[in-house]
């Protein structure tokens, strides 16, 4: 009995789960998608938490902030950009190492991070990035992709 108990459990389990699922994305289209497309070295992370108004869910955003050292496409008006990526892999958060180079294509969003339930609220558009993004170490860029970031 036991046994059915925990294999209909495990058979509905992944119904109610969300997980990140990421397709292949190419060079030009994820170029053309993105607001901002820049190297640049991780100088700082900070993590916000988030609970909704009952205290029944819990969001983990981090924003990274990186030394800018090269802009593929957009414009910024500093040498610094802050990014914000959730914090959970199973929600397509980014992953960074402090003081590494990387590649980072960035959407602009208006979507409240703290809005767990999906209800609309907008506020002032910031950038995003996670993982279904070719966002990756400088070190893994490879001079095709570098060439066509440079040419388009």
């Known amino acids: 009995m036991r046994k ?6 495990l058979y509905l ?3 109610s789960l969300k997980a990140c699922s990421c397709g292949r994305i190419g060079i030009c ?3 053309k998608s993105a607001q901002l497309v820049l190297t640049g070295i991780l100088i700082s992370t900070k993590t916000n938490l988030y609970k909704d108004s009952l205290n029944r869910k819990q969001a983990r955003h981090i924003i990274h902030t990186f ?3 090269h802009v593929y496409k957009g414009k910024v008006i500093a040498d610094t950009v802050s990014l914000t990526t959730p ?4 929600d397509c958060g980014s992953y960074f190492m402090l003081n590494k180079s990387y590649l980072i294509y960035s959407e602009l969003t208006d979507q409240d991070p703290t809005d ?3 209800s609309g609220k907008k506020v002032i558009p910031y950038l995003t990035t996670n993982m279904c993004t070719r966002t990756k170490r400088n070190r893994f860029l490879t001079i095709y992709e570098k ?3 440079t040419v388009l």
Do not use: D
């Open 29 to 31: 289209k994820s170029r």
């Open 116 to 118: 767990i339930f999906g």
């Open 147 to 149: 060439s066509v970031l």
């Open 67 to 69: 030394k800018v050292q």
């Open 4 to 9: 059915l108990l925990f294999l209909s459990i």
């Open 87 to 90: 914090a959970a892999h199973v």
């Open 13 to 15: 389990l992944p119904y």
